[in-house]
Every structure is written in C-alpha cells, then in structure tokens.
C-alpha cells in the first residue's frame, strides 16, 4: 500500500509560482509511472505532467508547456512540479497518481494510488 501526500498549494498572483510536493510513504516510488493531473468544478481530471520510474522521460500536457516542470527524487520518495508564470486558468485542485503499469502517457486508466489533492488558486 502506498500513501500519497501532496503538498506546496496555496494562493498566488497570475505570473507568480508554486512547487508543488507528492511524498510517498509505505513503499519506495521508483516503480512507479507518476503524473499530475488537476481538477476543477464540474469538470474531468486534466492531465498535467507525467514522468517515468526513473525520471528520465517526462511529459507535459500543452496547456501548461514551457511553465511546468516535473520531476522526481526517488531517494526522498517525492514527485514534484515547479510551476511556473501562473495564470487563473491553472486554478484547480492539483492531485499526484501512480501507476506501475503505464505504457502510454496519454493514457491513465489503470492508476494504483491517488493522492488527497492539494489546492492552488491563481488571481488576477
């Protein structure tokens, strides 16, 4: 079993950032495929950014390319995603995910373990 815990949202004005954290605890994290995804009222849960087991691969979804940054250290069991030249629109509720089975970053539908979610709100 594996614990998620995001952390690191808060308020910010439109052009600030924010680094957000995703600890893990009960098992190492370095079997795992993990993403970012966001959610907002009424909405589906976005994908953010994603990156490979052992870090070396990394993708961003186009809404937030060039502002975003994933990242991970396997040794502190954490995923992290610097983020960058916020704007309203970023405003949502920011979850992590893990997945040990990943082959297609576009594709999250087998998901192991998701975390709390943690808020960031973005004003103008």
């Known amino acids: 079993q594996v614990q998620l815990v995001e952390s690191g949202g808060g308020l910010v004005q439109a052009g600030g950032s924010l680094r957000l954290s995703c600890a893990a605890s009960?098992?190492?994290?370095?079997?795992?495929?993990m993403g970012w995804f966001r959610q907002t009222p009424g909405n589906e849960r976005e994908f953010v950014a994603a990156?490979?087991?052992?870090?070396?691969?990394?993708r961003v979804a186009e809404s937030v390319k060039g502002r975003f940054t994933i990242s991970r250290d396997n040794t502190k069991n954490t995923v992290y995603l610097q983020m960058n030249a916020l704007k309203p629109e970023d405003t949502a509720v920011y979850y992590c995910?893990?997945?040990?089975?990943?082959?297609?970053?576009?594709?999250?539908?087998?998901?192991?373990?998701w975390g709390q979610g943690t808020q960031v709100t973005v004003s103008t």
């Open positions: 990156t490979s087991n052992s870090g070396v691969i990394t």
């Open positions: 009960g098992r190492t994290l370095s079997s795992y495929y």
């Open positions: 995910a893990a997945d040990s089975k990943l082959t297609d970053f576009r594709v999250w539908a087998g998901v192991d373990y």
